[in-house]
């Protein structure tokens, strides 16, 4: 799946403006706000540097996307983040 969607990405034809991939480990508890953790106890890694930890809550995985994600292309001006592709 991964290698289709960074094929994507970088033809130029790609429907995606850019994608970002989430491996989160064992997923744990409900998607409700309610469920999470903290984003303090998220650990987040790279490909060549991963994170490892046994398992997260669901909540706190889309709650770091986000922060992390969504509001950081929102409140950058080229509307690249650290973690799009």
């Known amino acids: 799946m991964e290698d289709l969607y960074r094929g994507d990405v970088e033809s130029a034809d790609s429907v995606f403006r850019s994608i970002v991939g989430i491996r989160p480990t ?5 998607a409700d706000y309610t469920d999470a953790a903290g984003l303090e106890k998220v650990k987040a890694g790279t490909e060549s540097k991963p994170a490892i930890g046994f398992q997260i809550k669901r909540a706190d995985v889309g ?3 986000f ?16 973690w799009l592709l």
């Open 63 to 65: 709650h770091w996307v």
């Open 26 to 30: 064992l997923l744990a508890g409900g």
């Open 67 to 82: 922060e992390n994600v969504i509001s950081e292309m929102n409140r950058k001006k080229s509307g690249k983040g650290r």
